[in-house]
């Protein structure tokens, strides 16, 4: 849940950028989608990992 609050978080920020025509926080917000998105699919993996061994 907070990786998807914190992909939102940059989402919001890279439009933001965009519609401002600034570069740097259209950057930023990229960059923090990015590593939501990362942080995620690690979790997705940890938790697809449990499962399969507590099978």
């Given at each position: 849940m907070?990786?998807?609050a914190e992909e939102l978080k940059g989402?919001?920020?890279q439009k933001i950028g965009?519609?401002?025509d600034n570069e740097?926080?259209?950057a930023e917000g990229a960059a923090e989608r990015a590593k939501a998105k990362a942080q995620q699919a690690v979790e997705d993996a940890k938790d697809?990992?449990?499962d399969a061994f507590n099978r």
């Open positions: 907070k990786n998807k989402t919001a920020k965009d519609a401002t740097s926080l259209e697809a990992a449990r």
